[in-house]
């Protein structure tokens, strides 16, 4: 999962209709490096980058916390339903996304956050949603994480 700008949005957009036959190549050739700079500019450590795993196990364990970003079950517990230990896990999780679980986590509460402020929620309401004692410990990792407010952050994106 790639949180965009709108510039890679719009250069998405201008990619997305096939050639036609006979059709000049020249603007895709001049768009498609770009948007690739665009997008290899989202690497780990942005906010918007979120990898995901194609080992099986992984994939059980990620669906589970995209579809309830604000599950608090440890490493432990989740892999208990997927069938491997702890320690595979933590193992294939760094050899499968580049991330540690509980970055790749992390990772996840944070572009949960942008979308959920993209929507019109509050701080505190984000909070809860992922399970953070209050809007403060939202904005604490946020800032740890990005550098940034959530706020702060989210408007930088439309600019």
Request: hydrophobic content about 40%; glycine content about 8%; proline content about 6%.
């Amino acid at each position: 999962m790639i949180l965009i700008s709108k510039m890679m949005h719009y250069l998405m957009e201008g990619l997305t209709p096939p050639l036609a036959e006979g059709e000049p190549r020249e603007r895709y050739d001049l768009m498609l490096p770009l948007l690739l700079h665009e997008l290899n500019n989202a690497a780990p450590g942005v906010a918007g980058f979120l990898p995901f795993p194609r080992e099986r196990r992984l994939r059980a364990v990620t669906r589970i916390l995209t579809q309830d970003p604000g599950n608090d079950d440890t490493l432990e517990q989740l892999s208990a339903g997927v069938g491997a230990t702890p320690r595979t896990l933590s193992r294939l999780f760094r050899h499968d996304t580049g991330l540690t679980f509980a970055q790749w986590r992390q990772q996840l509460k944070v572009m949960e956050s942008i979308s959920l402020l993209a929507q019109g929620r509050s701080v505190e309401e984000i909070a809860r949603k992922l399970g953070y004692f209050n809007g403060s410990a939202l904005i604490a990792m946020f800032r740890k994480t990005v550098g940034d407010t959530p706020q702060r952050y989210y408007n930088a994106l439309g600019e």
